[in-house]
């Protein structure tokens, strides 16, 4: 499965991202997606997961409430609707697929990974 992470840019804080991290040579519709960021001079962090059926969602307390993720199979994509942007959101944000089929944040049940989208956040 090969992974393509977009729609990162440049906002003002406060203002709305969509990324969008689209597969190919494979389906989404058995593996759970997650995203995951790192920031400059940090550590990759997790910010939200959805299982295999779009129907469990898993967030990072730093996004709860201003992200939202979902998963759309028949596009083979998965969405990270991002609202209330804050500077400190500001990195490159990478998807990743986990066979393993359940809402995740441990970075080592992900078989797959993207290749990054960066989004910066103005003050």
């Known amino acids: 499965v090969q992974l393509q992470a977009s729609g990162g840019g440049l906002v003002q804080a406060g203002g709305s991202l969509r990324l969008s991290c689209a597969a190919s040579?494979?389906?989404?519709?058995?593996?759970?997606v997650g995203w995951f960021r790192r920031a400059l001079g940090k550590e990759r962090e997790f910010v939200a997961s959805?299982?295999?059926?779009?129907?469990?969602?898993y967030y990072s307390d730093s996004v709860r409430g201003r992200f939202t993720i979902s998963k759309d199979n028949a596009k083979n994509t998965v969405y990270l609707q991002m609202n209330s942007l804050k500077p400190e959101d500001t990195a490159v944000y990478y998807c990743?697929?986990?066979?393993?089929?359940?809402?995740?944040?441990?970075?080592?049940?992900?078989?797959?990974w993207g290749q990054g989208t960066l989004v910066t956040v103005s003050s």
């Open positions: 990743a697929a986990s066979p393993f089929g359940a809402v995740t944040r441990a970075f080592h049940r992900y078989d797959y």
């Open positions: 040579g494979g389906t989404f519709s058995s593996y759970a």
């Open positions: 959805i299982s295999w059926s779009g129907l469990s969602t």
